[in-house]
């Protein structure tokens, strides 16, 4: 759609008399099936008109209750409670991991992370004491690659094989946590 066409379907507001450009939606009408008709609206009468709409007009306090808390949800069904049996089996499957401890509080023992032997070396060679995220991980090869880069320290012959070993565990790790995230 070119410039002369935007400007020819240029929309004006729904509301009688004016002239200003119509950009926003704003509730018209509800009708007996319960749908809501809409209307484009100046921002000026749309919010005047969503200030005066009511969507809880027609219903009860027990209705406007269940919305309520269906809008917790998103008005999607959700899963009831687990009970404790059904937790437990969930705390204890092989796929739980809990990195941050959370459960090991309530007596409920959880299963640690094991982390191959060439991820353990590829930490030491960043030296870093756990997995990190991308972000951190890349921010720390960052700053070691400017440490031991040959052209920063000339004079040192082992900084061009530490810097080889770094690139190593750099995407040893970076293919680790793709892996981890898929």
Request: contains cysteine.
């Amino acid at each position: 759609m070119g410039t002369c066409e935007k400007i020819l379907s240029f929309r004006h507001c729904a509301e009688t008399g004016c002239t200003e450009a119509a950009d926003f939606r704003a509730p018209v009408l509800k009708r007996a099936d319960g749908e809501i008709d809409y209307g484009v609206f100046c921002k000026i009468h749309a919010r005047a008109r969503n200030g005066q709409w009511n969507y809880f007009a027609d219903m009860n306090a027990d209705e406007i209750e269940d919305f309520r808390h269906q809008s917790y949800s998103w008005h999607k069904s959700t899963v009831e409670n687990l009970s404790k049996t059904a937790l437990h089996a969930v705390l204890h499957s092989t796929d739980f991991l809990d990195d941050n401890v959370l459960f090991s509080a309530s007596g409920i023992k959880t299963q640690k992370r094991v982390i191959p032997p060439e991820i353990k070396q590829a930490l030491e060679q960043m030296q870093l004491e756990d997995v990190p995220d991308e972000a951190s991980l890349k921010a720390r090869f960052r700053l070691l690659v400017k440490r031991y880069h040959p052209d920063v320290q000339p004079e040192n012959p082992h900084n061009l094989a530490r810097l080889q070993s770094i690139n190593s565990a750099y995407k040893t790790l970076k293919e680790y946590l793709c892996r981890e995230i898929v």
